[in-house]
């Protein structure tokens, strides 16, 4: 239950708890159609290698062995698809995303490769997951994290719903400390995302969202702590591209 007068961010304003949910959610359902070509214009196609980094560290099993993976926040696939090229025939990928639009975007993009015995796509909140506990093999979330309310009831459901010796993985936009780069990032992140998401999506304001929840978030080792708080060992992190992005990993012992 949400504190009588509990607030939160959403980008750079302050918006009751109860009402972040929603805001995010108008914001996918504006550019769910454009939302990958948005990430290869926005990241000039480094959000690909990102998301290869991403699944060799996940290393699925490449045989008959049964493997399976919750992708959260996934909606169209991305991850999913990513690791199911990876994996052997021993591997099933559930998405969950609390929003249709991007769902449905994942399963057409899913038909047209074939992998709809593969991967299931589910609507659900990552706060209050509708899975059984010890149900997976792996937890991925790749920049979504921040756009959760409550990030620590999403690792703790993270942990809840993994078997023991399983990974927990968080691909999320990180804070850019090399001299120089900072600069050219924030310059680029204020004044090139937004016109560019007007232009592509007719939609400036859910980009502006986007690059303001990045500032928001927490560094790479107060995040760290939050998922050990969840419960999760072996707790570390990389960063990559100069710290735009980092790769958080945990371990459900």
Same mark, same amino acid.
């Given at each position: 239950?949400d504190?009588?007068?509990?607030?939160?961010?959403f980008?750079f304003?302050?918006?009751?708890l109860?009402?972040?949910?929603t805001l995010?959610?108008d914001?996918?359902?504006?550019v769910?159609?454009?939302?990958?070509? *948005?990430? +290869?214009?926005?990241?000039?196609?480094?959000?690909?290698?990102?998301?290869d980094? *991403?699944?060799?560290?996940?290393?699925?099993p490449?045989g008959?062995r049964?493997f399976?993976?919750?992708d959260v926040?996934?909606?169209?696939?991305?991850?999913s698809?990513?690791?199911a090229?990876?994996?052997?025939?021993?591997?099933?990928a559930?998405?969950?995303?609390?929003?249709? +639009? *991007? @769902?449905a975007?994942g399963?057409?993009?899913?038909?047209?490769?074939?992998l709809e015995?593969q991967?299931?796509?589910?609507?659900g909140?990552?706060?209050?997951?509708?899975f059984a506990d010890r149900s997976?093999d792996?937890y991925t979330?790749?920049f979504?994290i921040?756009?959760v309310?409550r990030?620590d009831l999403?690792l703790?459901?993270?942990?809840?719903?993994?078997r023991?010796?399983s990974?927990? @993985?968080?691909?999320e936009?990180?804070?850019v400390?090399?001299?120089g780069?900072d600069?050219?990032? +924030?310059l680029?992140?204020?004044k090139?995302?937004?016109?560019l998401?007007?232009?592509?999506?007719?939609?400036?304001?859910?980009y502006?969202?986007?690059?303001?929840s990045?500032?928001?978030?927490?560094?790479p080792?107060?995040?760290a702590d939050?998922?050990?708080?969840?419960?999760?060992?072996?707790?570390?992190?990389?960063?990559?591209?100069g710290?735009?992005?980092?790769l958080?990993s945990?371990?459900?012992l």
């Amino acid at each position: 239950m949400d504190r009588p007068g509990e607030t939160t961010h959403f980008g750079f304003r302050d918006v009751p708890l109860g009402d972040k949910q929603t805001l995010v959610n108008d914001v996918f359902h504006s550019v769910a159609s454009r939302y990958d070509l *948005m990430n +290869d214009l926005m990241s000039g196609g480094l959000h690909r290698v990102w998301k290869d980094i *991403m699944i060799t560290a996940l290393d699925p099993p490449r045989g008959n062995r049964p493997f399976a993976l919750l992708d959260v926040a996934g909606g169209t696939g991305d991850i999913s698809f990513r690791a199911a090229k990876a994996a052997g025939p021993g591997f099933h990928a559930t998405v969950c995303d609390i929003n249709p +639009d *991007m @769902l449905a975007v994942g399963r057409e993009r899913a038909a047209k490769r074939h992998l709809e015995t593969q991967v299931d796509f589910v609507e659900g909140n990552a706060e209050s997951l509708g899975f059984a506990d010890r149900s997976f093999d792996a937890y991925t979330i790749a920049f979504g994290i921040r756009n959760v309310p409550r990030i620590d009831l999403a690792l703790r459901e993270a942990y809840r719903v993994l078997r023991p010796g399983s990974r927990f @993985l968080c691909l999320e936009f990180s804070t850019v400390e090399m001299p120089g780069l900072d600069k050219l990032y +924030d310059l680029f992140s204020f004044k090139v995302i937004p016109p560019l998401g007007r232009m592509v999506t007719g939609d400036a304001e859910s980009y502006q969202y986007l690059v303001e929840s990045i500032r928001k978030f927490p560094k790479p080792a107060a995040f760290a702590d939050m998922i050990r708080e969840a419960g999760f060992a072996r707790v570390s992190w990389q960063t990559l591209s100069g710290g735009i992005v980092a790769l958080h990993s945990g371990w459900r012992l």
